[in-house]
């Protein structure tokens, strides 16, 4: 599978000075592929989360396309593509985002009841058990620590199998260990046929990707 | 957990929230059931109080009047007692116009002899009446024999007992249908009876005034006329003399009732509907302000693949349940006021009053409780709204 983005823009509605709209994210080609790691770096503020909500089918873009085998994204209902993303799509977003409502164990299973598929537990335990949160599994989110949370959604989103994943600073908050050893399930994840996009300031990512890109004021550049 | 259960999760595991919410619900099911169904007790007690009454007038000594209001006595059961000859009985019966008229003797019991509060006797002629007898008929095939009693619905004494009237046993052989007036709390016997109780109660009680022969009384008399014929009967009977007597005409007492019924209802429609715009208000504020806190919730739900219209249902079915809980509670607290309480709700109207029946109830809880389970999703659609339109990519980036 294959996701392409062309000439994919952001504006939004803003006063920088020069102008009343800010170019978050000026127009964009780039295609995803499968079994491949993108790796995603750039300073605060360049329009990474922009580039990556697009993609991953979470924000209209204001100009070109995001076509997941050929079909636009931002052209189907948004009953189609939520479906689509609950199918094919995972994400690892930047802030918390836990379902308080439900325990670690629910939070991480949840995405495959949305899309129809069995609970992977096996995986999901295999996963929690590399991250260390294996004995969290039945502990309700408001009483975890942010990094007990953030390796919460990185099972979350990894245990179903998801066909494209989508990473914002998945290891913002985790120590040496655990930062390491989730790059290294990432690429893992990639190697196994899922197409990975990960946005990061970890300088040690660089090393697990297959491509390199860099963000600078909304403007793309491939290294 | 799965899409469907995730509504039910959410209200248990927010108790604070559900709770506010809940409250809110309880008050629309508490007004407008416990609305609705004093308003019909006020009419189906106005109706039966017509059925009941069944004559055009009613003549009674005019020196009772000081003392005793009669139209109490039918719609709030105060007791008294009051006589005249049963000489005016055939005076009356004898006037053009009347088609039937019957006599009634009333006597106060003491206290003590069955029940906690004085019941009021009345005495009735089987051969002549036309206002007891279809109604206890109801109830009894065989007629009332001597020393027998049919009891209202709310004397306490069950049939085949004996209750003591002035130290006089009387058996009950008959309990009537509830009527929601003061007959309610009366028991009816045969003149024949009356008689034995009223020489019985003059050895007792010696402030009770019966001239001659205990016998040959009546303390009203139960007048049906021709139609049209009752105002004209009544000016011709309250010219006659010895006794003087004061003539209730039926109908100004149905209508009045009537009138201050309709206010009643009115009043408590209009309590309704401001109790309902007032609370829908509120309920709809407090959907938006908690939904407002909701914002990053529902945008991770749907950053795990939930769409506006997973959300939206996920949003309503959350009031819908709140609807079903609250509105149950209310309607609960509606029965817990309004059974135990019928009697004081009575008294403060000063109106008759008649509960509807069972059935009659399961059906009002039930549209109560339909019309909650609408009022609130309802209530909850702009907060659901703004809910599953918001932008999740802009959301999500609301830091933590
Ligand atoms: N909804 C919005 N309205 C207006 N401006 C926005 C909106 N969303 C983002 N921006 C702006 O667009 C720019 C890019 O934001 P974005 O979140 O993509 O940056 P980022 O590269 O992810 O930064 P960080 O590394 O801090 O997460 C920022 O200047 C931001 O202020
Ligand atoms: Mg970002």
């Given at each position: 599978m294959e996701l392409a983005a062309c000439g994919l823009a952001k504006r939004f509605r803003r006063n920088t000075g020069d102008a009343?709209?800010?170019?978050?994210?000026h127009p964009v080609d780039l295609t995803m592929h499968s079994g491949e790691m993108m790796v995603l770096t750039g300073r605060s503020g360049s329009g990474k989360t922009t580039l990556l909500t697009m993609l991953a089918g979470l924000l209209p873009p204001s100009d070109g396309t995001a076509a997941l085998d050929g079909k636009?994204?931002?052209?189907?209902?948004d009953a189609g593509l939520s479906r689509m993303r609950a199918r094919h799509f995972a994400v690892i977003p930047q802030g918390a985002s836990a379902?308080?409502?439900?325990t670690v164990m629910e939070n991480i299973l949840f995405p495959a009841s949305l899309a129809g598929k069995d609970p992977p537990v096996r995986q999901a335990e295999t996963l929690m058990e590399r991250l260390g949160?294996?004995?969290?599994?039945?502990?309700?989110?408001?009483?975890?620590?942010g990094g007990e949370l953030r390796r919460m959604s990185i099972v979350r989103a990894l245990a179903a199998g998801p066909d494209f994943v989508f990473a914002d600073?998945?290891?913002?908050?985790?120590?040496d260990g655990n930062t390491a050893l989730t790059l290294g399930i990432l690429k893992e994840t990639a190697l196994e046929g899922s197409a990975v996009f990960v946005v990061t300031h970890?300088?040690?990512?660089a090393a697990y990707a297959d491509v390199l890109l860099r963000m600078d004021a909304g403007k793309l550049y491939k290294i | 957990m799965t899409p469907r259960k995730l509504p039910m999760r959410n209200i248990l595991r927010h108790p604070g929230r559900t709770a506010s919410l809940t409250v809110l619900v309880a008050f629309l099911a508490l007004s407008l059931f416990s609305g609705s169904v004093i308003v019909m007790s006020l009419m189906s007690g106005l109706r039966s109080l017509e059925n009941r009454l069944g004559a055009d007038l009613i003549v009674v000594p005019a020196t009772s009047r000081g003392k005793i209001d009669p139209e109490k006595i039918y719609l709030q059961g105060t007791t008294g007692y009051y006589y005249m000859s049963a000489s005016k009985l055939d005076e009356v019966r004898a006037?053009?116009?009347?088609v039937q008229a019957s006599g009634q003797v009333f006597l106060a019991s003491l206290r003590a002899d069955c029940c906690s509060m004085p019941i009021q006797v009345i005495g009735f002629d089987p051969a002549t009446d036309f206002t007891i007898r279809p109604w206890i008929g109801e109830r009894m095939k065989t007629d009332l024999g001597k020393m027998e009693v049919a009891a209202g619905s709310r004397v306490n004494a069950g049939v085949n007992e004996t209750i003591r009237i002035y130290g006089q046993p009387c058996l009950v052989a008959a309990r009537l249908d509830e009527s929601?007036?003061?007959?309610?709390?009366a028991v009816y016997c045969t003149m024949e009876t009356m008689a034995e109780l009223l020489s019985a109660a003059r050895e007792m009680n010696h402030e009770l005034k019966i001239d001659?022969?205990?016998?040959?009384?009546?303390s009203a008399i139960y007048v049906k006329t021709h139609p049209g014929e009752a105002d004209r009967l009544a000016g011709e009977i309250r010219?006659?003399?010895?006794p003087k007597v004061t003539v209730i005409q039926t109908r100004t007492v149905t209508s009045d009732v009537e009138r201050s019924l309709g206010g009643v209802s009115h009043t408590i429609a209009v309590l309704i509907i401001c109790v309902w715009l007032l609370d829908l208000v509120l309920l709809t504020a407090a959907f938006l302000l908690l939904g407002g806190e909701r914002r990053r919730e529902f945008a991770v739900l749907r950053s795990l693949g939930m769409s506006r219209r997973d959300l939206a249902y996920l949003a309503l079915k959350e009031a819908a349940l709140i609807s079903f809980f609250g509105g149950m509670n209310g309607i609960f607290l509606g029965l817990l006021i309004l059974l135990p309480f019928s009697g004081l709700i009575e008294q403060a109207l000063g109106l008759p009053y008649l509960r509807p029946g069972w059935p009659t109830m399961l059906a009002l809880c039930a549209a109560s409780l339909a019309a909650v389970c609408a009022a609130g999703p309802g209530a909850a659609l702009l907060s659901a709204r703004k809910l599953s339109r918001a932008d999740i990519g802009t959301i999500m980036r609301e830091g933590t």
């Open positions: 009343n709209f800010l170019e978050a994210v636009d994204l931002y052209s189907l209902s379902v308080t409502s439900m949160i294996l004995k969290l599994r039945n502990v309700w989110p408001g009483e975890l620590s600073e998945p290891t913002a908050d985790l120590d970890d300088r040690e990512a | 006037m053009e116009g009347v929601g007036t003061g007959l309610d709390t001659g022969d205990p016998a040959g009384v009546v010219q006659t003399r010895s």
